[in-house]
């Protein structure tokens, strides 16, 4: 494991979206991924914003990843090209659609789009925390384990969603019905979905 120095040491800054962007124009096929120095908001440093780093992946076939604490003024943010069949969020897919509305999207990121519309993906994109309802399947299993219906009902808004996600992310209906299983019975015996 990378210590937080050594990857703050060899981060990219990237001081706009065009700056970016040159970079993934050159890099996008050729690397595995890199971290990215990110001056937080009112810091006084420019830097690429959140909104303009989602842009300019999303044009190239990449995606965030892991996010850690940097400084006072950075933090660091892990990007990579996307992987097969991984995920797409609903956010995502709405940007993704307005890029290319706009003429901005790149060769490698429509040809990710293609893949997951292709295989299903693209449809199956799960919803923000906002805007992502109880599943039919979760409201039935929680109505018949009293006990895990109401350590779900004391769940926050963030370990609820967790619960949500980990079942609208599931690869196969199998996959879903084992995780649901899983929930539940964790839940059942007070302890949060992991």
């Known amino acids: 494991m990378t210590s937080t120095a050594g990857i703050r040491e060899n981060a990219e800054t990237f001081t706009s979206a065009a700056h970016l962007e040159d970079w993934l124009a050159e890099h996008h096929a050729d690397s595995a991924g890199v971290w990215m120095r990110i001056a937080k908001r009112n810091s006084g440093v420019a830097s690429v914003t959140v909104d303009e780093y989602t842009d300019a992946l999303l ?3 990449w995606i965030t990843g892991q996010r850690k604490s940097c400084d ?3 933090y660091l943010q892990r990007i990579t090209p996307r992987r097969p069949r991984s995920v797409w969020s609903l956010v995502n897919v709405e940007k993704a659609e307005a890029l290319i509305e706009e003429g901005r999207m790149r060769a490698p990121g429509l040809a990710e789009i293609e893949a997951a519309r292709a295989d299903g993906r693209w449809e199956a994109a799960y919803p923000s925390q906002s805007r992502a309802t109880m599943p039919a399947d979760l409201a039935e299993a ?5 006990v895990a219906g109401r350590f779900y009902a004391g769940l926050g808004r963030s370990d609820r969603y967790l619960v949500l996600l980990r079942l609208m992310t599931a690869p196969s ?3 879903r019905a084992a995780r649901l299983d899983r929930a539940v019975a964790a839940m059942a015996q007070g302890r949060k979905v992991a």
């Open 59 to 61: 044009c190239y076939g």
């Open 72 to 74: 006072e003024v950075y």
């Open 142 to 146: 929680l109505a018949a384990d009293e």
């Open 173 to 175: 209906p199998e996959v």
